[in-house]
C-alpha cells in the first residue's frame, strides 16, 4: 500500500498542480497582505469605537428598511450582536495582525477558495489515467481495485491537508513581516447564535486566539476531506479531465451561489456545499438556512463523504476494462 501511495504522490507532483495551488495561495497572501499593511499605515490613529457605532447603526437601519431576504437579514442581526459585544468589552475586533490573519483566512478561504483547490486537485486523480492513455495498464496490474483506489484516496487526502496547511503558513509567512506578530493569546469571542431570528448570545464563549485558529483549522480540514472524497467520485463517474474538473467547479460555485440566494428553498441545507463553511458557522456566522446546527453540518459532511466514497468503490471496482 506504501508503494502504491508513493506512486500516486508522485503522480500528482508530476502534474504540478500542487505547485500551482500553492502558488495560487502564495498570490492572494501576498494581495491582502499588502492590503492590509496599507489598511495599517492609513488607520493609525482611527478612533475604531466611533467606526464600530457607525456600523452598527448602519445595519440597524438596513434592517428596519426590511429590502434584503431572510438570509441577509440573519447575517445583519449577528454582525449587529457581534460588534456590539466588542464594543461593550472595549476590545477592538479588525485590528489587522498577523496571528489574526491567519485565523480570518480560514473561515474566509474556507468559504469557496480552498474547496475550489482542492477539487481541481482531486478531480483528475482517476481521470487522468483515461487522458494519459495508462487506465487499462492500471486496472490490470496484479493489485486489487480497492488498493489501487485507496492509496488515490490517501494522496487526495494528504494533498488536501497539505493545502490547508500551505494556506495557514503562508498567511503568517507572508504577512509576519509586515504586520504585528505578537497576539497570538488575544481573547477571541465565540458562539454567537441566530435562533427563530434573535441573535443569542448566553454561548458567547473566549478563547485564547491560537486555541480558537486550531479548532477552525480542524473544522476546515474535516470539509476539506468531505470535498476529497467528492472529487475522488467525480474524477471515477468521468473518463475526461476537463469534464470532471467542470462538475466540481460547478458544484461549489454553483451551489455557493444557490444557498445564498435561495433561503426559502429549505431542502438546499442538504447540500455538501452549505454545510462546508464551517469555521464560519463555528465563530457565529448564520448559517443560510434554519436549523443547520454545528452537529449537522458535521454529521451532513460526513453523510456526503461516506457516500460519494462508497459509489466510487463500487464503480472503480467493477468497471469494464475495455469498456
Known amino acids: 500500500m506504501l508503494n502504491l501511495i508513493e506512486n500516486e504522490t508522485l503522480k500528482v507532483l508530476r502534474r504540478k498542480r500542487f505547485t500551482v495551488v500553492v502558488a495560487i495561495l502564495f498570490a492572494i497572501t501576498a494581495v491582502v497582505t499588502y492590503s492590509q499593511h496599507e489598511r495599517l499605515l492609513r488607520e493609525r490613529n482611527r478612533n475604531w469605537r466611533a467606526e464600530i457605532q457607525q456600523r452598527i447603526a448602519n445595519y440597524e437601519n438596513a434592517l428596519r428598511r426590511g429590502r434584503m431576504n431572510e438570509t441577509w437579514a440573519r447575517s445583519l442581526r449577528a454582525e449587529v450582536s457581534r460588534l456590539q459585544f466588542y464594543l461593550d468589552h472595549d476590545i477592538e475586533p479588525d485590528q489587522p495582525t498577523a496571528p489574526i490573519f491567519v485565523r480570518t483566512f480560514a473561515n474566509v478561504a474556507g468559504f469557496l477558495l480552498l474547496p475550489l483547490l482542492v477539487g481541481i486537485l482531486g478531480s483528475d486523480i482517476v481521470s487522468a489515467e483515461s487522458a494519459e492513455g495508462t487506465d487499462k495498464l492500471l486496472l490490470t496490474r496484479p493489485v486489487r481495485r480497492w488498493k489501487i483506489l485507496t492509496a488515490k484516496l490517501i494522496t487526495l487526502w494528504m494533498f488536501a491537508t497539505l493545502t490547508l496547511v500551505a494556506g495557514a503558513m503562508l498567511a503568517y509567512g507572508v504577512g509576519a513581516p509586515f504586520l504585528p506578530r505578537g497576539g497570538w493569546g488575544a481573547p477571541t469571542f465565540t458562539g454567537f447564535t441566530v435562533a427563530r431570528g434573535a441573535v443569542n448570545i448566553d454561548a458567547v464563549r473566549q ?32 473518463r475526461s479531465s476537463a469534464a470532471a474538473i467542470g462538475t466540481m467547479l460547478a458544484s461549489l460555485i454553483g451551489g455557493t451561489i444557490l444557498t445564498r440566494v435561495s433561503p426559502d428553498w429549505t431542502a438546499g ?24 446546527s454545528m452537529a449537522f453540518c458535521i454529521a451532513l459532511l460526513g453523510a456526503w463523504a461516506a457516500g460519494a466514497t462508497a459509489i466510487a468503490y463500487a464503480i472503480f471496482t467493477r468497471r469494464d476494462v475495455f469498456g
Open 207 to 238: 478563547l485564547p486566539l491560537w486555541k480558537d485558529a486550531l479548532i477552525a483549522y480542524g473544522l476546515e480540514w474535516y470539509a476539506l476531506l468531505t470535498v476529497a472524497s467528492i472529487a475522488l467520485l467525480l474524477s471515477v463517474l468521468f
Open 269 to 292: 441545507k442538504y447540500l455538501f456545499v452549505s454545510a462546508l463553511p464551517l469555521a464560519d458557522y463555528y465563530t457565529g456566522a448564520p448559517p443560510p438556512y434554519d436549523g443547520m
